[in-house]
């Protein structure tokens, strides 16, 4: 599948395993949009990660920048990240940010706020940080940063180990944030079920340990439990089904290598004590952002699960049977920019995000008809 001058507006037909689709540039003029989220009335909030939050309408113009949004530390990998709606929306206005945020003399982590979005979609109020990642450390490089909601109304914040490797090593220990995936209410404080409340010297945020660089989560819609996908190093992105207290094996285990070429941790891609991935990623596709589709407007797509890839450009479909992996299509292969968020939008189709200078949202829905409204 091929797509000529790339640079310019798409409006294509590609055909794909399964069906044909339209692929269509629905928005451009973006910095680097790094995540997005449907309001009601099937407009977006997109961020760029440059610190802008930009309302997209339903036409695909964007607005000026939206005021309020708290400063971020935009250096390298760091910036303005997830955003993602309060359950209760329509009834509160709520949105959550995550970012990257400043501390004292160079150092900086991941943090997450809460704020109300204007009626008139031009500005957030009462904006509070909710979670600070600890410790704020010297880099400017695997923040992690997606945002999810549970059913029951918990917040899911994923956490990189922030790659040095003279503190990655921190992915392990339960008194530190890196390298985990946190549950929080939307006050900031820990639900009283997480898995290490009460355990002497553990933040009680924590749900999961052991994690790399998460660019990637979904609630799976089947069982309402999250999944994530990680960035390995060289070989070796995973992606995982998260399950309370367990711990995924970074930096001891990994399938992949050190930059270097030397081994990571132990040297073994597996161990009895380390959650395994459900499946991976060598060479690596350097996988951001998931969703698991609806049907809608594809209905043989139906419970497949889409992933973007920063390093393959592609759009990768997964077919599932239950919580394993048992095919992969690669869409839109080595011919599009790099894939930073894919999500499905109340129409039925796919948008994703890509992570360029002059970024796009790009829309794929049938190429016979519209999908359905």
């Known amino acids: 599948m091929t797509f000529a001058n790339c640079a310019a507006a798409l409006d294509e037909v590609a055909q794909t395993e ?6 269509e540039t629905f928005a451009e003029g973006l910095s680097h949009p790094w995540g997005l989220a449907f309001l009601p009335d099937r ?35 760091g910036g303005l990240l997830d955003i993602v709606l309060d359950p209760n929306f329509s009834e509160n206005r709520l949105v959550y940010l995550s970012f990257a945020e400043a501390g004292e003399g160079g150092d900086n982590s991941t943090a997450v706020a809460k704020a109300a979005l204007s009626e008139d979609n031009t ?15 010297p880099s400017t490089l695997h923040f992690g940063g997606r ?17 040095k490797e003279e503190f990655r090593g ?54 309402g439990v999250l999944w994530e996908i990680e960035h390995g190093p ?5 992606l995982n089904v998260v399950q309370p207290g367990k711990n995924y ?3 001891i285990v990994s399938f992949g290598v050190n930059y270097s070429g030397s081994p990571v941790g132990s040297g073994e891609s597996e161990a009895p004590k380390f959650e395994p991935p459900i499946y991976q990623w060598t060479p690596v596709i350097a996988p951001s952002g998931m969703a698991f589709y609806g049907g809608r407007a594809f209905p043989e797509w139906e419970g ?43 129409d039925g189709a796919l948008y994703l995000l890509t992570d360029e200078d002059r970024g796009e949202i790009l829309r794929i829905s049938p190429a016979e008809g519209d999908a359905t409204q």
Do not use: C, Y
């Open 147 to 163: 945002l999810v909601f549970d059913d029951a109304g918990h917040l899911f914040v994923a956490l990189g180990e922030r790659s």
């Open 304 to 346: 497949n699960l889409f992933v973007g890839a920063l390093k393959e450009t592609a759009l990768v479909r997964l077919e599932l049977d239950g919580d394993r992996v048992t095919h992969e299509e690669r869409i839109l292969d080595d011919t599009l920019p790099r894939i930073r968020d894919v999500v499905e939008g109340p």
């Open 234 to 238: 060289l070989g070796g992105d995973e």
């Open 123 to 137: 500005e957030l109020t009462n904006v509070e940080v909710i979670f600070s990642q600890q410790p704020k450390l």
């Open 18 to 23: 399964k069906i044909k689709i339209h692929v």
């Open 249 to 251: 094996g970074w930096p």
């Open 170 to 223: 921190q992915a392990q220990d339960l008194d530190s944030h890196l390298g985990k995936v946190v549950r929080i209410n939307t006050d900031g404080s820990a639900p009283e079920d997480n898995p290490f409340v009460g355990q002497e010297g553990a933040l009680p945020e924590t749900w999961s340990l052991g994690h790399r660089n998460i660019q990637a989560a979904a609630i799976n819609p089947a069982t």
């Open 43 to 77: 407009t977006m909030l997109v961020t760029e990660r440059d610190g802008r939050l930009r309302h997209v309408k339903d036409d695909g113009t964007l607005s000026e920048p939206i005021k309020g949004v708290p400063d971020v530390d935009a250096r390298d990998q």
